[in-house]
């Protein structure tokens, strides 16, 4: 059961241009939703969050948007760098009782390359 | 990823050995979170501890598969007889209190355990 998902694999881009990552989700209960950066052999680090009261969130270069009536939740990374080459991953929470909001869902992650 | 300390970074085990994965959280957090990520898949909860207390353990396998996170000392995970698909990375992250829903989950570097 993929409550939370990244149907594409991969996206390449090139440097200058802008980003945009998808994911869409079912659980109806999220109402919080963040973006992950991933590089090889580290943790995932922090990028960007969205609460469900608002539709969009801004800072710097990266930009979450969220339609809720679609459950549908994009990134926008304007204007791409080739440090910006990571594997994304997209993830959902509710406070669930006990768990409070740390019970995070990812979806499988977009490999995204930028090309100088 | 700066806080969360885990070791070791790399562990081999042969199939029917324990491994045991240690998670140091940030400075006076007392909330623990495990995650596992299985090749090509996104990170899965597994448990959510407070010193001394299972919070949430419903992301865990059955058997085989422990945590604790003792009143001194580093939250460890514990996995006996280990077989190849519990070949992955597993991350940890801490917080000083129950997250809110503007409070990101922070991630340490992982350990990399890998079944022979």
């Known amino acids: ?116 | 990823n700066a806080g969360v300390m885990q070791n070791p970074r790399h562990l081999v085990r042969r199939r029917g050995q324990e491994a045991r994965l240690r998670c140091s959280p940030m400075k006076g957090h007392s909330h623990v979170y495990w995650y596992r990520q299985l090749p090509e898949e996104g990170l899965k909860f597994m448990v959510y501890l407070q010193k001394e207390n299972i919070i949430d353990e419903s992301g865990m396998p059955k058997e085989r598969f422990s945590a604790e996170f003792p009143k001194e000392g580093p939250s460890i995970l514990r996995i006996q007889q280990v077989v190849r698909g519990d070949s992955a990375a597993y991350f940890c992250a801490s917080s000083p209190r129950p997250l809110l829903n503007n409070s990101p989950l922070h991630f340490g570097n992982g350990t990399r355990l890998t079944v022979t």
């Open chain 1, 1 to 116: 059961d993929q409550q939370v998902k990244q149907n594409s694999p991969s996206l390449s881009v090139q440097e200058g241009r802008i980003s945009i990552l998808n994911c869409d989700y079912t659980n109806s209960m999220f109402d919080y939703f963040l973006w992950y950066k991933k590089y090889p052999a580290e943790g995932p680090t922090f990028l960007i969050s969205i609460s469900s009261i608002k539709d969009k969130n801004e800072d710097g270069r990266f930009t979450v948007f969220l339609n809720k009536s679609a459950k549908h939740l994009s990134l926008h990374i304007v204007p791409s760098q080739p440090g910006d080459s990571a594997v994304y991953f997209c993830a959902a929470t509710f406070n669930a009782g006990g768990t409070s909001y740390g019970k995070l869902t990812f979806g499988q992650g977009t490999i995204l390359t930028v090309h100088p």
